[in-house]
């Protein structure tokens, strides 16, 4: 099955500098590839995510991109503010087409420090 | 809208016992899937409903099981419950589930004592 992989697994940077996270992924079919972010003791909460027919996508701060020949998409934070603090998974999915439902794989997660 | 709710929001069981939890996706969103989130292993897949159809199941053991009702709200069960089978259940909605955006309900906090 799909599998997840995400680094780094803790990141701290400083107030207005930027935050990259990776994943890759195994399943060559998967073409939804959506980010959360996951405060302490809250739902997870769609970011951003990008479809396979798009290489990048820009939300004022926050970028993805994608990478289908190597299998691999980062999350882009620039001008972090503290409360960009909290947990950031990616996630996978084939979609319904390609028989895969909505399942989403996703990946162990990136804990997120902004320090001031 | 209102968005996706779960209820109870915290449960405490004893090993043996079952459990059924609830979730009521965003109004007109077919398509509901639920998680099961540990610190251990993270946010696995256990199944997807749609149209009051399984359309996808992930490697949970068959005491975990799941339905939809043509009101589109998703009940999971969980029988002879384990100590692991401590988690927040994660259900999430989406439209159709073609590639779309599932949103994330609150949470169901489950302990196993």
């Known amino acids: 099955g799909e599998n997840v992989e995400q680094h780094p697994s803790t990141l701290s940077v400083q107030e207005g500098d930027s935050a990259v996270i990776k994943c890759t992924y195994s399943?060559?079919?998967?073409?939804?590839f959506p980010w959360y972010k996951q405060e302490l003791g809250k739902r997870p909460q769609l970011i951003i995510d990008?479809?396979?027919?798009?290489g990048e996508k820009k939300d004022q701060r926050i970028a993805v991109t994608l990478n289908k020949t190597a299998k691999h998409f980062s999350l882009h934070i620039t001008e972090t503010q503290p409360e960009d603090s909290a947990v950031y998974f990616c996630?996978?999915?084939?979609?319904?087409?390609?028989?895969?439902?909505?399942?989403?794989?996703f990946g162990t997660g990136t804990q997120l420090k902004v320090e001031l | 809208k209102a968005g996706v709710t779960q209820t109870p929001r915290y449960l405490i069981k004893t090993r043996g016992q079952q459990v059924t939890l609830s979730c009521s996706p965003i109004?007109?969103?077919?398509?509901v899937s639920w998680y099961q989130q540990t610190p251990g292993q993270g946010l696995q897949f256990l199944f997807e409903?749609?149209?009051?159809?399984?359309?996808n199941k992930g490697n949970f053991p068959g005491r975990f099981s799941g339905r939809q009702f043509s009101n589109s709200r998703s009940e999971m069960n969980v029988s002879t419950l384990e100590l692991g089978d401590s988690a927040l259940y994660l259900c999430a909605s989406s439209q159709s589930g073609i590639l779309e955006t599932q949103y994330f309900g609150p949470g169901t906090r489950l302990l196993v004592l």
């Open positions: 990008i479809r396979s027919n798009v």
């Open positions: 399943d060559s079919a998967s073409n939804y």
């Open positions: 996630a996978a999915s084939k979609g319904w087409v390609t028989g895969g439902g909505n399942k989403l794989t």
């Open positions: 109004s007109g969103h077919r398509s």
């Open positions: 409903y749609f149209s009051e159809t399984q359309r």
